[in-house]
């Protein structure tokens, strides 16, 4: 495989990545006013700090979703902040997807032309790294290889951190040996849970994802905006028919199969409907596989919809979020599930896997109703979904405190704040 000296730039949108203090301030009404100006304060001690961040995609997945309302915000407190996203061929991001899997446990064989391939393009784009820079933040594992060609007289000077947005299986995993004296490279090493954090030579901090409460996605919805999305694609009122949703990318950890058998099992007693939704990202080539096998099973079931969306199809998710009856996560894997995030804050309650960063959201009957994964929660996500059907206000009770737990810990003022103090921290 031969990959072009230059590869294509992918550009940034400068007019999404732009704010004010004033911006910043209007996210008072949900965190209070206390962080607003702990926030400003700290921007002043960081102001002027040069801070990239790189990932491998612009749209499509919680990672651009959060950086998309990160940055500008960053930006308004002072720092010098630059976004760049890595480009490859195809047979990189097969191998990137493959070295995604096999951390969150599949089985397979390591593709050694892949791993050239991933070495070759880590090296191309290195000429996107700014060596200017006094911090350096690399998220996921597709650039994390970058850091293998960056010069020793500047690697002394830059702050380098790796950001895991996955659920990492350390147990048997022949990537992890790929991944481990890479990200020991780094200064420190960022990730979801305690439970993920393995046994590798690098410094590791929690910062659990947050929802940006005035993005596209998250912010308020009239009644006529939702209806209007469900004429659009056809689904009935959901005040007649029940909509149970699934708000995912289409990968195999999703859990969209278990999803479709606890509906079968539910639409025997109850008529409701399902719908399916998702898109497709840049740097994901399975997502079209997996959609189009989906759509051969969801012929087969009636009062299910599956829908494939662009990856701005912000209001529409938005909409159809705060339609919903019940909101669905049954992933098997799941590095912290920021659709449940999205769902709670839209006062629904979520019947999700007990897997991954879940149950860092939800307590299990208090705020949302937590399941086995896999085939062994098919039944359990069946009797979940009826009772919340059938006891429609205990159902208003579970998504009023879904919608406080996130206001409390998962908005993007708190991720900011844990962001911006590990890097003071770093640079003292």
Same mark, same amino acid.
């Given at each position: 495989?031969?990959?072009?000296?230059?590869?294509?730039? $992918?550009?940034?949108?400068?007019?999404?990545?732009?704010?004010?203090?004033?911006?910043?301030?209007?996210?008072?009404?949900?965190?209070?006013?206390? +962080?607003?100006?702990?926030?400003?304060?700290?921007?002043?001690?960081? /102001?002027?700090?040069?801070?990239?961040?790189?990932?491998?995609?612009?749209?499509?997945?919680?990672?651009?979703?959060?950086?998309?309302?990160? +940055?500008?915000?960053?930006?308004?407190?002072?720092?010098?902040?630059?976004?760049?996203?890595?480009?490859?061929?195809?047979?990189?991001?097969?191998?990137?997807?493959?070295?995604?899997?096999?951390?969150?446990?599949?089985?397979?064989?390591?593709?050694?032309?892949?791993?050239?391939?991933?070495?070759?393009?880590?090296?191309?784009?290195?000429?996107?790294?700014?060596?200017?820079?006094?911090? %350096?933040?690399? *998220?996921?594992?597709? !650039?994390?290889?970058? #850091?293998?060609?960056?010069?020793?007289?500047?690697? =002394?000077?830059?702050?380098?951190?790796?950001?895991? *947005?996955?659920?990492?299986?350390?147990?048997?995993?022949?990537?992890?040996?790929?991944?481990?004296?890479?990200?020991?490279?780094?200064?420190?090493?960022?990730?979801?849970?305690?439970?993920?954090?393995?046994?590798?030579?690098?410094?590791?901090?929690? #910062?659990?994802?947050?929802?940006? !409460?005035?993005?596209?996605?998250? =912010?308020?919805?009239?009644?006529?905006?939702? /209806?209007?999305?469900?004429?659009?694609?056809?689904?009935?009122?959901?005040?007649?028919?029940?909509?149970?949703?699934?708000?995912?990318?289409?990968?195999?950890?999703?859990?969209?199969?278990?999803?479709?058998?606890?509906?079968?099992?539910?639409?025997?007693?109850?008529?409701?409907?399902?719908?399916?939704?998702?898109?497709?990202?840049?740097?994901?080539? $399975?997502?079209?596989?997996?959609?189009?096998?989906?759509?051969? $099973?969801?012929?087969?079931?009636?009062?299910?919809?599956?829908?494939?969306?662009?990856?701005?199809? *912000?209001?529409?998710?938005?909409?159809?979020?705060?339609?919903?009856?019940?909101?669905?996560?049954?992933?098997?894997?799941?590095?912290?599930?920021?659709?449940?995030?999205?769902?709670?804050?839209?006062?629904?309650?979520?019947?999700?896997?007990?897997?991954?960063?879940?149950?860092?959201?939800?307590?299990?009957?208090?705020?949302?109703?937590?399941?086995?994964?896999?085939?062994?929660?098919?039944?359990?996500?069946?009797?979940?979904?009826?009772?919340?059907?059938? *006891?429609?206000?205990?159902?208003? %009770?579970?998504?009023?405190?879904?919608?406080?737990?996130?206001?409390?810990?998962?908005? #993007?003022?708190?991720?900011?704040?844990?962001?911006?103090?590990?890097?003071?921290?770093?640079?003292?």
């Amino acid at each position: 495989m031969a990959l072009p000296k230059e590869l294509p730039v $992918e550009k940034e949108a400068s007019d999404f990545l732009s704010a004010t203090t004033e911006t910043l301030e209007a996210y008072a009404a949900f965190a209070g006013e206390e +962080i607003i100006a702990d926030l400003l304060r700290l921007g002043e001690e960081l /102001r002027g700090v040069r801070f990239q961040q790189v990932n491998s995609t612009r749209l499509g997945g919680g990672v651009a979703e959060m950086l998309r309302s990160l +940055i500008p915000l960053e930006r308004a407190l002072g720092l010098d902040v630059s976004w760049e996203v890595i480009t490859g061929d195809l047979a990189f991001f097969n191998f990137t997807k493959q070295l995604h899997n096999f951390l969150q446990g599949r089985p397979g064989t390591i593709d050694i032309l892949g791993v050239k391939a991933y070495w070759e393009t880590n090296r191309a784009n290195y000429r996107l790294l700014d060596e200017r820079a006094d911090v %350096v933040l690399i *998220h996921d594992p597709q !650039p994390a290889g970058l #850091i293998a060609f960056v010069p020793p007289e500047v690697r =002394r000077r830059q702050k380098w951190l790796w950001r895991c *947005h996955i659920q990492i299986d350390k147990e048997g995993c022949l990537m992890v040996d790929f991944l481990k004296p890479l990200v020991e490279l780094y200064d420190a090493a960022i990730f979801s849970a305690m439970s993920y954090i393995p046994n590798w030579q690098v410094q590791s901090f929690i #910062i659990l994802p947050y929802i940006d !409460p005035l993005s596209e996605k998250n =912010r308020e919805l009239s009644e006529t905006e939702i /209806r209007q999305v469900l004429d659009k694609y056809g689904l009935a009122d959901p005040t007649q028919k029940p909509l149970i949703l699934l708000v995912s990318r289409f990968d195999l950890f999703k859990g969209h199969w278990y999803a479709l058998e606890a509906f079968k099992e539910v639409r025997r007693q109850k008529e409701c409907q399902l719908l399916f939704v998702g898109g497709t990202a840049s740097d994901d080539p $399975e997502n079209e596989r997996i959609f189009a096998a989906l759509a051969e $099973e969801v012929k087969k079931v009636p009062d299910v919809c599956l829908l494939n969306l662009p990856p701005d199809s *912000h209001r529409e998710i938005n909409a159809l979020q705060r339609a919903a009856t019940v909101i669905l996560q049954p992933s098997t894997k799941e590095g912290f599930g920021l659709t449940v995030t999205e769902g709670m804050w839209k006062e629904k309650p979520v019947v999700a896997t007990n897997v991954g960063g879940i149950p860092a959201q939800i307590a299990d009957g208090y705020n949302g109703f937590l399941v086995a994964p896999g085939e062994a929660g098919i039944r359990e996500m069946a009797a979940r979904i009826l009772y919340l059907l059938e *006891h429609p206000v205990q159902a208003q %009770v579970m998504g009023r405190r879904a919608r406080e737990t996130v206001r409390e810990r998962f908005l #993007i003022t708190r991720g900011l704040w844990d962001e911006l103090m590990l890097v003071k921290n770093l640079l003292r």
